[in-house]
């Protein structure tokens, strides 16, 4: 096939056109410059001002490479598809391509000066991308490149951002000294620099082989970068760009942070695409690894913080719910797993397991108190030896819509209440006596209850009854029952239903009746026993008939 230089010039056309942005060619200089083994570059944009507001933008990019020597620059640079590193996985790939992306800034004028091996070269390329090539008498060090395009004054602070962008999303972890001016500006350099361990990054493992670097950490928001010595590749969602390892560990893409940088990545020629092949599916395996590690980190780390010895301070307190956050989102994933490490802390100052507080919560409440709340802990001394195990809490951990501990009690099948609202103790009150027998009546029949008392319990009315469980103590609205023929039940005097039943007592003594034991079979754990107290107050209505 022959090659005419107007297909070389679209071909050219089509090869800039791949790259998403006009300043990616800075990625590709500073790439460039890496491989060839630099420890720094600069950038500096210079604004070079002409008459009539008009400029000449100098765009100067210098390493302190090995340079190239007049071989390189005939057999790699300037031929558009020949480089000296197809098939080399250990460089980005291309080094003529990606030198051909600083006409996707579309300059007017190209000046390349470098050196190598005692030869000294200057290389002009004009907006038509044709070049001419001069031998230089003085040597160079490394490789400038310089750009220069014409425009307005006011362009320059556009510029400037941009390039400071393209350098800070792109190069911020290359492993060399980067360095941003814009002269005009008067600020000096800038260093493009970042490291990929963010503060807020509490619960990190990492994999170093070879060149290979990978962190993986549970943060938020999440995030995954995938780079290549450095130089970032795609950034982005977990869903977007862990497409193998979604099946295995979808669970925590809600909060995966995940920095890799491997030699086994590589990009299409446009450099915005990781290429799905074997190393990018390498990589994705040790993620898939680390995510496992890091769920078994996340329950050590919780265990042994619940188990602290001592008093339970608000500091630890911040980190203990900083962390359950996080195991929050592991819960579908890790499943039963998660019922035995003693990972919550009890008020009582130890730590237990999800099924453990299942085990210990008799009517399937369990009761929650702020750190410091010495009024709560009155209550957590009646609530405990009741049945009732109450655990260290915050409202926000408590929140019924939103809080982390209500959701990892009800996958357990426990209600989460404050312990104050739980458990209370009875100030029994006289009065009442046929009311409270014929109400009685009613509930042994139906199952319910042996024996009924009048009391208050609480500041409020907010319960009709309470489910007693010694001489003065009692549980408001347990969620469980258990079976126990001797079963006795408080009914608050203050409350509106009941006053309401006793002023009809004496005109509609049945309905009055009804009201109340119906009123309590609806809010007992198990309504099948309203058919129950309907059979009972039949019976009980035959018998005053059959008396009258």
């Known amino acids: 096939m022959t090659v005419t230089a107007s297909s070389v010039d679209e071909l050219l056309a089509r090869l800039v056109a791949q790259f998403a942005s006009p300043y990616d060619f800075l990625r590709e200089l500073v790439q460039n410059a890496m491989d060839a083994g630099s420890d720094r570059v600069e950038v500096v944009l210079h604004a070079h001002a002409l008459p009539d507001d008009a400029v000449v933008f100098e765009l100067e990019i210098t390493d302190a490479g090995s340079g190239m020597d007049e071989a390189i620059l005939d057999g790699e640079l300037t031929r558009l598809f020949a480089s000296g590193k197809q098939g080399d996985r250990t460089m980005a790939g291309g080094f003529g391509v990606g030198f051909v992306s600083v006409f996707a800034w579309e300059p007017h004028a190209v000046l390349l000066q470098t050196g190598r091996g005692g030869e000294a070269w200057e290389l002009t390329f004009g907006a038509d991308r044709r070049f001419e090539k001069h031998r230089l008498d003085e040597p160079v060090e490394g490789t400038t490149v310089r750009l220069f395009r014409r425009g307005r004054a006011a362009e320059r602070d556009g510029i400037a951002e941009a390039v400071r962008d393209s350098l800070w999303r792109w190069c911020r972890f290359c492993p060399v000294e980067l360095t941003f001016e814009d002269v005009a500006a008067a600020r000096g350099p800038e260093r493009i620099h970042d490291v990929p361990l963010p503060s807020d990054e509490a619960l990190v493992v990492t994999h170093e082989v070879g060149d290979a670097s990978i962190r993986v950490a549970f943060a938020v928001p999440p995030h995954v970068t995938l780079l290549r010595h450095g130089l970032v590749l795609a950034e982005g969602a977990p869903a977007d760009l862990l497409p193998h390892a979604r099946a295995h560990i979808e669970a925590s ?91 919550l802390r009890r008020a009582g100052g130890t730590a237990t397991s999800f099924g453990a507080l299942a085990r210990a919560a008799k009517f399937g409440v369990v009761g929650w108190c702020e750190p410091d709340d010495a009024v709560a802990f009155e209550s957590v001394a009646l609530a405990e030896p009741c049945g009732v195990p109450v655990v260290f809490a915050t409202a926000a951990d408590a929140d019924p819509h939103e809080g982390w501990l209500t959701e990892a009690l009800q996958a357990v099948d426990l209600e989460l209440r ?49 489910l007693a469980v010694g001489d003065d103590v009692a549980v408001v609205a347990p969620r469980r029952v258990p079976d126990d023929d001797a079963r006795r039940l408080w009914l608050d005097e203050r409350h509106v239903l009941l006053r309401a039943a006793l002023v009809h007592l004496p005109v509609q003594p049945l309905v009055a009746l009804a009201g109340v034991a119906f009123a309590i079979a609806a809010s007992w754990p198990d309504t099948a026993r309203l058919e129950a107290v309907r059979d009972a107050l039949d019976e009980l209505r035959a018998s005053e008939g059959a008396r009258a």
Request: aromatic residues 6%; neutral net charge; contains cysteine.
């Open 418 to 466: 404050p312990v104050a609202a739980v458990v209370r103790r009875i100030a029994p009150v006289a009065g009442a006596t046929s009311f409270v027998e014929l109400l009685a009546n009613v509930l042994r029949r139906s199952g319910h209850a042996h024996a009924v008392a009048l009391g208050r319990f609480g500041e409020v009315p907010d319960a009709m009854w309470s």
């Open 253 to 343: 893409f809600d909060h995966l942070r995940v920095w890799a940088d491997s030699p086994g990545l590589r990009t299409d020629i446009g450099r915005d695409h990781v290429v799905d092949d074997v190393g990018r599916l390498a990589v994705e395996r040790t993620i898939i690894a680390k995510v496992h590690e890091l769920r078994g980190a996340l329950v050590e780390r919780l265990v042994a913080l619940a188990g602290t010895a001592g008093p339970w301070s608000a500091p630890l307190h911040r980190e203990y719910a900083y962390l359950h956050e996080h195991l929050r989102c592991e819960r579908d994933a890790m499943g039963t797993a998660l019922d035995r490490p003693a990972v």
